[in-house]
């Protein structure tokens, strides 16, 4: 599923966020981030932009959290 065209603004700008904070996380660029949430999995377009309007609510560490473990568990080197 492609929903990189369909995106409002603030799942956009959520997107961001979420690639910003985990690659602050891991010390690590975003364009890594963003290959790892596109590239090596689905997570992007399968969780972060399908869930947002639940995950938009959290926290950031909460939100951090989450995708970092969902990460580990697709197999995504950390």
């Known amino acids: 599923m492609d929903t990189k065209s369909s995106l409002t603004p603030e799942?956009?700008?959520f997107a961001v966020f979420c690639i910003e904070s985990i690659s602050d996380e891991l010390q690590t660029t975003g364009d890594k981030?963003?290959?790892m949430l596109t590239e090596?999995?689905?997570i992007l377009?399968?969780?972060i932009i399908p869930h947002y309007?639940?995950?938009h609510t959290q926290g950031k560490g909460y939100i951090i959290n989450e995708l970092i473990e969902?990460?580990?568990e697709k197999g995504i080197q950390i």
């Open 11 to 13: 799942q956009s700008f």
């Open 53 to 55: 309007d639940a995950l």
């Open 45 to 47: 377009d399968n969780y």
């Open 70 to 72: 969902l990460m580990k």
């Open 40 to 42: 090596e999995s689905d």
């Open 33 to 35: 981030v963003y290959k």
